[in-house]
């Protein structure tokens, strides 16, 4: 098999040095470029197209959240993970939002991380045992707040009302539950009526009241 195409974007010298040590030696792993800001990772993802960037949070000028979310735009075959030393809600849900497939924090041991490149290289999508944890977690306090405070919603309108509570779009819900525009359009409706609202303006006030989002 072809090794997987890495593209390590870290403001860091010896961080990157490192990371380029590790997957270097690996027959799995080639690291086929490096960035230090966010506006080279976009530029170097755009002329390499690795399979995987692994990308810092806070880089000078262009951050890697923005820079994420360009490559995801320009380049969406190309999985993003997230390497960094935050772990707060913030940082989890603008990374999701961005497009990432992936997030780790920097202590995160070489099995860990090569898990990550390989699910993600895959096409699919997975966070580091912490950041799973600490998403059950957000999804489990979330749901309890809107089965309380919306009982007449199904679970499904409970979901979505969530992320409507975020600010995310029709396409973007669509795309986060992996369902059709005209699905969500119909969810909305039935939403509305049970929440007695006009829009989606005042399900968000009332969603955000109650604590979602």
């Not at 690795?50 to 969406?76: C, E, F, H, K």
């Not at 707040?145 to 009302?161: H, K, N």
């Amino acid at each position: 098999m072809e090794p997987i195409r890495i593209l390590i974007a870290d403001d860091h010298t010896l961080f990157r040095t490192g990371l380029k040590a590790l997957f270097g030696s690996l027959a799995e792993t080639a690291v086929v470029g490096e960035a230090e800001s966010g506006q080279e990772a976009v530029a170097q993802a755009e002329a390499l197209q690795p399979d995987v960037v692994l990308m810092d949070i806070q880089m000078p000028g262009l951050n890697g959240i923005d820079a994420a979310r360009q490559i995801v735009q320009t380049s969406p075959h190309i999985g993003v993970i997230m390497v960094t030393m935050f772990e707060d809600d913030d940082s989890v849900f603008a990374a999701m939002r961005a497009g990432a497939r992936g997030y780790v924090l920097k202590g995160a041991d070489q099995e860990e991380m090569l898990r990550v490149i390989q699910a993600v290289a895959r096409g699919e999508a997975l966070f580091g045992p912490a950041i799973a944890l600490r998403l059950t977690s957000f999804f489990n306090r979330s749901k309890t707040i809107a089965s309380d405070a919306f009982p007449d919603l199904t679970y499904r309108e409970q979901e979505l009302l969530h992320l409507l509570a975020q600010g995310l779009s029709n396409q973007e819900i669509a795309a986060r539950l992996v369902i059709t525009n005209k699905t969500v359009r119909n969810h909305l409706s039935n939403i509305f009526n049970k929440m007695q609202v006009t829009d989606r303006v005042q399900a968000i006030i009332q969603a955000r009241n109650a604590g979602l989002g």
